[in-house]
């Protein structure tokens, strides 16, 4: 069992920043990969990011590449999503999920509760 909570939501303006975090638990957490997904009123989910726990390795999509960074911290079993030059089309529910396979978005099966992140133009 992996048990996630995210924090580090908020309002921000265009151009601005804002740091999610994901801390995780559970007995198997280090053989899991860690992801960030987002949907926005109306659209699909989204996966931007993700990140292999044992060896670091990250993936981020292209629609956040070059503004959006994951990382972990090992000593607090967290994940962060580090939001730079955030626009409006940013503005959505950010998750952070985990799954045995890191490249398959739908087998991310354990999820945290979501935070918002609004950003204002």
């Known amino acids: 069992q992996v048990q996630l909570v995210e924090s580090g939501g908020g309002l921000v303006q265009a151009g601005g920043s804002l740091r999610l975090s994901c801390a995780a638990s559970?007995?198997?957490?280090?053989?899991?990969?860690v992801g960030w997904f987002r949907q926005a009123p109306g659209k699909e989910r989204e996966f931007i990011a993700t990140i292999r726990w044992s060896t670091g390795s990250t993936w981020h999509a292209d629609s956040v590449k070059g503004r959006f960074t994951i990382s972990r911290d090992n000593a607090k079993n967290t994940v962060y999503l580090q939001m730079n030059s955030l626009e409006p089309e940013d503005m959505a529910i950010y998750y952070c999920a985990a799954s045995p396979s890191m490249w398959d978005s739908t087998a991310y099966n354990y999820w945290g509760q979501g935070t918002q992140v609004t950003v204002s133009s």
């Open positions: 559970g007995r198997t957490f280090s053989r899991y990969a």
